[in-house]
C-alpha cells in the first residue's frame, strides 16, 4: 500500500490528507503545532481572551461543504456558519460610512445613498463584471491544477476571450477601478481587494475583482471562531484514519535524485517516495538538504514577496462607531500605503485598519455591558527575518491607527493597555522562511496567476499545496490547492485518469 507523507496541516495540507485518504492511502500528516489549521490559530490577550488571530472572513463555504459531502459526512455535523447579512463596514469620517450587503439590491440602494446613483450603476455593471469573470475562471483556472493561458482561452472559447479583453484582464485592478468609479472612495474599496492575495492594487491584475463575486456569494462567521473549522478538518482526517504527529519535518530525504522519506525533528525517519509540501513554497529549499533534488527546484528570490500583517488584539469597550462585524477603516494617502510597503519596507505611515469584532452577531448586536473582542489588523512589510520594528516605530504606528479610528468616531477605551501584537517578525517565526510574508508572492502583473508553483513539483514524488503554490492564497484555495496536490499524486499513482 502507498504511504504518502504530508508536510504541514495547514488547510491545504489537511484537505490533500482527507482526499487521499478517502481513496483508501495511507497519510502521514506532519505538523509541530498544537493546534492544526497553519495561518488558522488562536492567540491569547493579556486578560486571558482568546482570539481568532489569523483569518476571519470565511467565504466559498461550498468548498469545505463539498469537501465533507466527497468524504460521505456532513459539515453542519461538524460546525455551524452564519451567513453575515453585512458583508464589511467601510468608513472614511463619521459622514461617510458605506455597507456593503450579500444582497446585491441593497448594496446598490447603498452605494446610490453614499455616492450617487451613476455610481451606483457603476458598482451594477462592475459586480456583474465580477460575476461573469468568476464564472468564467471557476473551472478553467481556480480548480485546474496547472492552468495555462493557451489552454485557458481554448477552454473559454471565442465569446469568453472577448469577455476577458473587455473586462480589461490586462490592466491593473486600480486602472480598471478608475475607468470603472469617479468616487475615488469607491476605487480604494474595491482595490482593497487586491491585499487577500497580499498584492498592492497598483500591480494586481484586474482579473482579482472577482474577490468581490467572491463576497457577494456570502462570508459567513463560524460559532467558536475560524479554529472550529480547522478543527472539523483535523476530526475528519482523524475519521478518515489520517495518522497525525506533531513533529516538525527537517529535511526532505532522497537517493539518486528520488524522493526516499523524511527527517523529523525527533530523529525519526519516515520511509516514503510520495510527499505533499504544505509549506511556504519560499522555504521548501531548506528542507532539500541533497542538492542533486535542490538544483532542481527553481530559484525562489526571496525579495518578492507578498504583504505581511500588524496584528492587535485587545477585550475593551468601544463607543462613538456601531461596528459591524468586519469593518474597514480608510485613510485619505491610499497609494502611499502599497508604496510605503513594498517600494521603502517600511511600515505604513497612514495605514488602512481592519478591525473583526469578534463578539458581534449577525445584526452587528452586542450582548450589552460586556467588552468585546476586537481583532485589528494593518498591512505591512514582508522583512520580519531582517527588520525589526523598534518600540518607537510600534508607538508610532498604534497612535496613526487610533487617530485614524477615533477621526471616524471609534472610541476605544484603553486599548493599549492590553494590546497583544503580532509583527512580520512573529508571522516569519511562526512560518519559516517567508519574512512574515502571509500570502506567498505577491500576484503582481497579469501573468502572474500562471507563474506560480502548480501541484507537481520539478522534483518528481514532491507535491505542492497551500496558499503559496496555484491558485493562491486564502481558505478556499488553499483547500482547493490541497485536493489539487492530491488528485495529481493520484493520476501519477495510476488510481485516476489525467
Ligand atoms: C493574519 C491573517 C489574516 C488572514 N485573513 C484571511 C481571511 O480573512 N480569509 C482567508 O480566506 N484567508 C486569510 N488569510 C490567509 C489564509 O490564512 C492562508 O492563505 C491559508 O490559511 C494558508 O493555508 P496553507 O494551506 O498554505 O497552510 P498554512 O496555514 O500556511 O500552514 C502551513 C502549516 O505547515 C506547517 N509546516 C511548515 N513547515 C513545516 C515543516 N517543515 N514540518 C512540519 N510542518 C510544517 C506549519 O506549522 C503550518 O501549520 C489570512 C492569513 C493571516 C496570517
Known amino acids: 500500500m502507498t504511504k504518502v507523507v504530508v508536510i504541514g496541516g495547514g488547510f491545504g495540507g489537511l484537505s490533500a490528507a482527507i482526499e487521499l485518504a478517502n481513496n483508501g492511502i495511507e497519510v502521514d500528516l506532519i505538523d509541530p503545532k498544537d493546534e492544526l489549521g497553519g495561518k488558522v490559530a488562536t492567540a491569547e490577550d493579556k486578560n486571558g481572551n482568546r482570539f481568532d488571530c489569523g483569518p476571519t472572513v470565511v467565504t466559498l463555504k461550498d468548498v469545505f461543504s463539498n469537501l465533507f459531502a466527497k468524504s460521505n459526512e456532513n459539515i453542519d455535523e461538524y460546525v455551524k456558519f452564519n451567513k453575515l447579512d453585512v458583508i464589511a463596514r467601510h468608513a472614511w469620517s463619521p459622514d461617510e460610512i458605506l455597507d456593503l450587503f450579500s444582497d446585491k439590491q441593497k448594496s446598490f440602494e447603498a452605494v446610490a445613498r453614499f455616492s450617487s446613483i451613476a455610481e451606483a450603476k457603476n458598482f451594477r455593471e462592475f459586480s456583474t463584471l465580477a460575476q461573469e469573470l468568476f464564472s468564467v ?134 520511509l516514503t517516495d510520495k510527499i505533499i509540501f504544505n509549506g511556504d513554497f519560499g522555504d521548501l529549499d531548506s528542507y532539500l538538504v541533497n542538492h542533486r533534488i535542490r538544483k532542481k527546484n527553481p530559484y525562489y528570490s526571496r525579495k518578492n514577496r507578498s504583504l505581511s500583517a500588524i496584528t492587535l488584539m485587545t477585550t475593551t469597550k468601544t463607543a462613538g462607531f456601531k461596528l459591524s462585524r468586519h469593518n474597514i477603516f480608510f485613510n485619505s494617502s491610499y497609494r502611499q500605503e502599497f508604496s510605503d510597503i513594498f517600494k521603502k519596507g517600511k511600515v505604513p505611515s497612514e495605514p488602512t485598519v481592519y478591525i473583526c469584532a469578534q463578539d458581534r452577531l449577525n445584526d452587528g448586536s452586542l450582548t450589552p455591558g460586556k467588552d468585546e473582542r476586537l481583532f485589528l489588523l494593518i498591512n505591512a512589510p514582508p522583512n520580519g527575518d531582517f527588520a525589526t520594528i523598534s518600540k518607537s516605530e510600534m508607538e508610532t504606528c498604534q497612535a496613526s491607527v487610533f487617530s485614524l479610528l477615533e477621526k471616524c468616531g471609534l472610541k476605544i477605551d484603553e486599548p493599549k493597555r492590553e494590546l497583544c501584537t503580532m509583527t512580520p517578525q512573529t508571522f516569519h517565526t511562526r512560518f519559516p522562511g517567508t519574512g512574515g510574508a502571509l500570502y506567498g508572492r505577491p500576484t503582481h502583473g497579469w501573468l502572474s496567476p500562471f507563474t506560480r508553483p502548480s501541484s507537481r513539483s520539478k522534483i518528481s514524488g514532491l507535491y505542492l499545496s497551500g496558499g503559496s503554490v496555484h491558485p493562491g492564497p486564502g481558505l478556499p484555495m488553499a483547500t482547493i490547492s490541497g485536493q489539487l496536490a492530491a488528485e495529481a499524486l493520484m493520476e501519477d499513482l495510476g488510481l485516476i485518469n489525467q
Open 137 to 270: 475562471l471557476e473551472k478553467t483556472y481556480m480548480k485546474c491544477q496547472k492552468p495555462n493561458m493557451l489552454r485557458m482561452v481554448k477552454a473559454i472559447g471565442f465569446r469568453g476571450s472577448k469577455f476577458l479583453l473587455q473586462a480589461g484582464a490586462f490592466s491593473s485592478l486600480w486602472e480598471k477601478l478608475e475607468r470603472q468609479f469617479k468616487d475615488e472612495r469607491l476605487r480604494q474599496l474595491f482595490g482593497r481587494y487586491a491585499t487577500y492575495c497580499g498584492s498592492s492594487p497598483w500591480e494586481a491584475p484586474s482579473t482579482l475583482m472577482l474577490i468581490w463575486d467572491v463576497e457577494m456569494q456570502g462570508v459567513w462567521s463560524v460559532d467558536g471562531g475560524v479554529i472550529n473549522l480547522a478543527r472539523a478538518l483535523k476530526k475528519l482526517a482523524i475519521k478518515k484514519g489520517v495518522n497525525i504527529y506533531k513533529n516538525f519535518c527537517e529535511e526532505i530525504l532522497s537517493y539518486n535524485g528520488k524522493i526516499t522519506g523524511v527527517r523529523l525533528n525527533n530523529g525519526d525517519h519516515i
